[in-house]
């Protein structure tokens, strides 16, 4: 059906910045369109938690922790979506996943994917 597939984490020092990455696509014959997309992270022993995200007309949503360092955004034309992340703290560090809302055609109905997720560190 529909892959997510996540890129830019690492080892960054304290008050250094990442840029992560996500890209859909489709198997050959899918037809999608993407709605929603969004960021999640989740630290050893911690729940996951929304970082970021994207409605289809562009509005934008953040967790009060990462507002004024963290900017989400899409390029539809690529089905991809970042986050350009600075001034990252230790607290930061964390598997981020993106998600999507994601309207597969041949099944007329919309599904929530999920990517594998990238390993993103933040220590001197």
């Known amino acids: 059906q529909v892959q997510l597939v996540e890129s830019g984490g690492g080892l960054v020092q304290p008050g250094g910045s990442l840029r992560l990455s996500c890209a859909a696509s489709?198997?050959?014959?899918?037809?999608?369109?993407?709605?929603?997309m969004g960021w999640y992270r989740q630290a050893p022993g911690k729940e996951r938690e929304l970082v970021a995200d994207?409605?289809?007309?562009?509005?934008?949503n953040y967790a009060d922790a990462v507002k004024g360092r963290f900017t989400i955004s899409r390029d539809d034309a690529k089905n991809t979506v970042y986050l350009q992340m600075n001034s990252l703290k230790p607290e930061d560090t964390a598997v981020y996943y993106c998600?999507?809302?994601?309207?597969?055609?041949?099944?007329?109905?919309?599904?929530?994917?999920w990517g594998q997720g990238t390993q993103v560190t933040v220590s001197s």
């Open positions: 489709g198997r050959s014959r899918t037809f999608f369109s993407i709605n929603a």
């Open positions: 994207i409605t289809s007309g562009g509005s934008t």
């Open positions: 998600n999507a809302d994601i309207t597969v055609y041949y099944l007329g109905k919309n599904v929530l994917y």
